[in-house]
């Protein structure tokens, strides 16, 4: 596991943020996002190799493409929870897209972090809905986004992004969590650098 270290080092605040190759490019623009806020933090991105397997929560069919989802996100929150074993700091976790749906799913089996940014995330993933609302989250704190041109796609699943979203933050909010939603302008690959920059300013204040 390759991490990646932006910020304070000495912060009472990390940010974990699992990442793919293809955020290698943007990462460095969302720290300096982060940087036009007054928050103190120290960010860890940790770097997965296989995006579909390493962040999905159960395996699923694929839904674009020819690749399906597989089911190592146990694998995952357990290297990234060994990350978190100094008490005296506070630990969030966000992502974007399928990275977005992992960190929810992570403060599902976890409740080291004190907050949750899941910015633009893949909550079409399948039986995701379900398994909120069958489950308990363990944290205080949830940031929600997404883009308002996402749902308008042919693809089933991921039209359906929209009404999952809503219906999420209405479940939590119905649990007494403090939840966040909100609407950003354009579609699924706009500006995910200054998305993020939000949630975990948001996670923090």
Same mark, same amino acid.
């Given at each position: 596991?390759?991490? #990646?270290?932006?910020?304070?080092? @000495?912060?009472?605040?990390?940010? +974990?943020?699992? +990442?793919?190759?293809? %955020? $290698?490019?943007?990462? %460095?623009?969302? &720290? ?8 103190? /933090? ?10 579909? &397997? %390493?962040?999905?929560? !159960? ?7 020819? =690749? ?7 694998? *995952?929150? %357990?290297?990234? +929870?060994? $990350?978190?074993?100094? =008490?005296?700091?506070? #630990? ?11 960190? $929810? !799913?992570?403060? #599902?089996? *976890? ?19 379900? #398994?909120?609302?069958? @489950?308990?989250? =363990?944290?205080? @704190?949830? /940031? ?24 999420? /933050? ?8 403090? *939840? ?22 948001? &996670?923090?204040?």
């Amino acid at each position: 596991m390759i991490v #990646y270290e932006y910020g304070n080092k @000495n912060s009472k605040n990390i940010l +974990i943020q699992a +990442i793919g190759n293809h %955020e $290698l490019n943007i990462i %460095e623009s969302e &720290v300096q996002a982060i940087n036009q806020s007054t928050i103190d /933090y120290h960010l860890l991105a940790v770097k997965v190799e296989d995006w579909n &397997v %390493e962040l999905s929560p !159960w395996e699923a069919d694929a839904v674009f493409g020819d =690749k399906g989802f597989g089911a190592g996100a146990s694998d *995952t929150i %357990e290297e990234i +929870i060994g $990350l978190c074993t100094d =008490k005296s700091k506070d #630990y969030y976790i966000g992502g974007y897209s399928l990275s977005g749906l992992f960190a $929810l !799913w992570s403060v #599902y089996q *976890t409740d080291v972090f004190k907050g949750v940014a899941a910015v633009s995330p893949s909550i079409w993933f399948p039986g995701f809905l379900d #398994y909120m609302k069958d @489950n308990t989250i =363990k944290t205080k @704190n949830v /940031y929600l986004s997404l883009g308002d041109k996402e749902a308008k796609t042919r693809n089933q699943y991921m039209s359906k992004v929209a009404y999952r979203i809503e219906e999420a /933050y209405k479940l939590l909010k119905s649990r007494q969590i403090n *939840t966040f939603f909100e609407w950003n302008k354009g579609n699924h690959f706009a500006e995910p650098d200054i998305r993020m920059a939000k949630g975990f300013t948001w &996670v923090i204040k």
